[in-house]
């Protein structure tokens, strides 16, 4: 079994719609954060977290929300979702020892917003 | 600030020749730097990282990567492509509050 996952893979939405993207994770780690990544831009950091009670915002947060609900969860919130959140979704983990540490993927979800 | 710089987007590589993909880097402590490779359709998979010691660092599926501080880069290589290394490679420099810094990417097309 993976230890990040992502639900759903792929969502197609409508312009205005909230949409809630999910990360699972089984591998223990405190750290987790949501990126979002663009043809040709890289991968963006758009929140992260190093506990239940500890929430950051990245470099490209305008127009998202995320709850850690728990060590191993961490959902990405877009509350009214526009054309340009188009994107690949992604949710990593880190074990946070050292202060210095690498980061684990998920496989992606794909939201394509009409 | 902290950025990393991937020239072109697109590679092209024949089937058994030299894989070399740039990275240069700007950070003001010194630097975590990482490859990742993203296959198609699936998330980003770590190929290898530099942390401290050893400037040449080895990774999997014959990628090696070799850290030099005064020319602020990470190259990385393979000696000779194979089919399946096609796929997008990042390049990443990990910044204040363990964040990461990520390039534009290298889409690498393998030639046969």
């Known amino acids: 079994d993976a230890d990040v996952t992502q639900t759903p893979r792929n969502r197609i939405t409508k312009t205005g719609k909230r949409i809630m993207l999910e990360c699972s994770q089984t591998?223990?780690?405190?750290?987790m954060y949501w990126y979002r990544q663009d043809p040709g831009l890289g991968l963006r950091l758009i929140y992260y977290?190093?506990?239940?009670?500890?929430?950051n915002k990245g470099e490209i947060s305008d127009g998202y929300s995320v709850s850690r609900q728990a060590q191993a969860k961490f959902s990405l919130s877009l509350e009214s979702a526009i054309p340009n959140q188009t994107a690949l979704y992604f949710c990593?983990?880190?074990?946070?020892?050292?202060?210095?540490?690498?980061?684990?993927f998920g496989p992606g979800t794909r939201l394509t917003v009409l | 600030a902290q950025s990393v710089t991937q020239l072109g987007s697109h590679v092209s590589v024949s089937e058994g020749a030299l894989v070399l993909l740039r990275c240069n880097y700007s950070?003001?402590?010194?630097?975590?730097l990482f490859w990742y490779v993203q296959y198609p359709n699936q998330g980003l998979q770590l190929l290898l990282k530099?942390?401290?010691?050893?400037?040449l660092v080895k990774g999997i599926n014959g990628f090696e990567a070799e850290f030099k501080k005064s020319e602020t880069s990470f190259h990385l290589t393979k000696p000779s492509a194979h089919m399946s290394d096609a796929a997008e490679y990042f390049c990443?420099?990990?910044?204040?509050?363990?964040?990461?810094?990520f390039g534009k990417g290298n889409q690498v097309v393998v030639i046969p």
């Open positions: 990593a983990t880190s074990d946070g020892t050292g202060g210095r540490d690498t980061q684990y």
């Open positions: 591998k223990g780690h405190d750290r």
């Open positions: 977290s190093f506990d239940v009670k500890d929430i």
């Open positions: 950070s003001s402590v010194p630097p975590y």
């Open positions: 530099y942390t401290t010691g050893a400037t």
């Open positions: 990443a420099v990990l910044y204040g509050n363990n964040r990461l810094a």
